[in-house]
C-alpha cells in the first residue's frame, strides 16, 4: 500500500514476464525492456569471444 492508501497496481492473474534471455541454436541474446514497457531492445551476444556459458 502507498503512503497514501492507496494498493498498488498488479498485473492481470496469470499473466507471465516476457522471456529476457534468448538462447538458441548457440545464439545468446538478451531483451531489455524499459520501465514502462513501452519500448524494448535486444543486445546480441554472440559475437562476444567466450564460452556460451559465461555469455549467458
Same mark, same amino acid.
Given at each position: 500500500?502507498?503512503?497514501r492508501g492507496r494498493?498498488?497496481?498488479l498485473p492481470a492473474?496469470?499473466?507471465r514476464p516476457p522471456e529476457?534471455?534468448?538462447v538458441a541454436? #548457440? %545464439?545468446c541474446?538478451?531483451?531489455y525492456i524499459d520501465?514502462?514497457?513501452c519500448h524494448s531492445r535486444v543486445f546480441d551476444f554472440c559475437g562476444v569471444p567466450v564460452? #556460451? %556459458?559465461l555469455q549467458r
Open positions: 500500500m502507498s503512503r494498493r498498488a497496481s492473474a496469470g499473466w529476457r534471455l534468448l541454436d #548457440g %545464439e541474446a538478451v531483451r520501465e514502462k514497457g564460452s #556460451g %556459458e
